[in-house]
């Protein structure tokens, strides 16, 4: 028997394509480092999840609700406790007050899910999923598995790392159902104005357009910068949803829990999808999630490490000839890439550079050519104390002046 792969996947072609993926490249240059280098450490700056666990607190929450009796059962679309949780989160934190929580929430398995899972809601053969770029390719798989098509809207510097709503063709837009936008940003590490956010509205309720705002990096914000939700802007609730994780704010990547709130039909269609789709995340972490929603100070206590970095990171770029400004939200710093070497090395891609990186200084990045040639570093690096933190941003100085790099 021939097993005939659906075409959406690649058809009689399944598997037989050789590119890799980028982050599989990536992988791949970090073993050949160690194998070169086995003596030499390699400094990871490309890692995009949090470097420690989650607060005792919530771990002590989940130990005690594994075991009990009542939390056995499928959860299906959650238990409304966490719903509830989640928009008092929403007040305190981000100030977005009067959702309903068991008509305008529901939770997921971790936000991917939640983002895959939202063109099932609204794509037809034919229309159109708007994603900027560079950005996260889940975003579209979906809107292509049911004969969508996915229009990329580039970020550039020029436009503050902002889409250009008028730059997108008209006949685009009209036939466009869905936008994809995640601020503060991954992996540019911009943060949305309120202005943009009201030009977006504006843009989405002129064009019947629904927006899906990724806020997985919401609460990761420094030096006065507060936390900022798409649901305070007027108008926000009738033409999106918002998505938010626990992953960044409460180091409980690997946990899988998140929510969406917003516009109450988008919501329920949603929850239509998902039922038809899972069961649920298991009760106790979702009360586990209730209580890390119910502290927010865990979130301050990752920020101040954090932010902490991020100063000895952008004060090292910059005295080695990079340019660059500490954001002020994510965990991401996005640093476009030198010209080449002083020795005769020319990058013509971001691509190259971090590949020479990784061969030459064992520095892992993560490039990006989407829209201009960047790396992405990370401050999620492995350092158990701040003298360590301080020690591996000097360390990785030092191997980036032996570059001799040219700007």
């Not at 659906?6 to 073993?31: D, N, P, V, W």
């Not at 997921?108 to 770029?133: H, Q």
């Not at 869905?178 to 911009?190: A, D, H, I, R």
């Not at 030198?338 to 892992?364: C, R, Y």
Request: charged share 20%; proline share 5%.
């Amino acid at each position: 028997m021939e097993i005939i792969v659906a075409e959406r996947l690649g058809g009689k072609q399944f598997g037989q394509s050789t590119e890799i993926y980028k982050f599989e490249k990536i992988k791949r240059a970090k073993a050949e480092a160690r194998k070169k280098h086995p003596d030499i450490l390699i400094i990871d700056m490309g890692v995009g999840e949090p470097d420690q666990p989650a607060d005792p607190g919530i771990v002590q929450i989940l130990s005690e609700e594994s075991g009990k009796a009542g939390n056995r059962w499928y959860a299906d679309n959650g238990i409304p406790e966490f719903q509830h949780a989640a928009a008092r989160y929403l007040e305190q934190v981000y100030q977005v007050n009067g959702l309903n929580a068991e008509e305008q929430i529901l939770h997921g398995i971790g936000s991917k899910p939640i983002l895959a899972m939202l063109p099932l809601t609204m794509i037809n053969p034919g229309d159109i999923t708007l994603s900027t770029i560079p950005g996260y390719p889940v975003t579209g798989t979906y809107t292509r598995y049911v004969g969508g098509d996915v229009y990329p809207v580039p970020l550039v510097a020029g436009n503050n790392f902002l889409p250009d709503l008028k730059a997108i063709p008209k006949k685009i837009v009209n036939r466009a159902k869905l936008f994809y936008v995640n601020y503060p940003n991954n992996p540019t590490g911009q943060v949305a104005t309120k202005a943009f956010f009201q030009d977006l509205i504006e843009f989405a309720l002129k064009n019947n357009i629904v927006i899906i705002q990724d806020a997985a990096y919401a609460a990761l914000t420094y030096d006065g910068y507060k936390p900022f939700s798409f649901l305070t802007v007027d108008g926000a609730d009738q033409v999106g949803v918002e998505v938010h994780s626990l992953s960044k704010a409460f180091n409980m990547t690997g946990w899988r829990i998140a929510f969406v709130a917003g516009n109450k039909k988008l919501i329920s269609a949603y929850g239509t999808v998902k039922d038809n789709t899972d069961s649920g995340q298991f009760r106790a972490i979702q009360r586990a999630g209730i209580f890390a929603l119910a502290h927010p100070e865990i979130t301050h206590r990752i920020c101040e490490k954090y932010s902490r970095r991020f100063d000895l990171l952008v004060s090292a770029l910059n005295d080695i000839g990079f340019s660059v400004a500490k954001p002020k939200a994510t965990f991401y710093c996005y640093v476009a890439c030198p010209a080449g070497t002083e020795s005769g090395v020319t990058f013509n891609t971001a691509g190259d550079f971090s590949e020479f990186l990784i061969k030459e200084a064992q520095i892992s990045t993560v490039p990006w050519d989407d829209a201009g040639k960047y790396i992405r570093f990370s401050v999620t690096f492995e350092a158990e104390n701040e003298q360590k933190e301080r020690e591996i941003i000097h360390e990785m100085k030092i191997r980036l002046q032996r570059l001799k790099l040219r700007f």
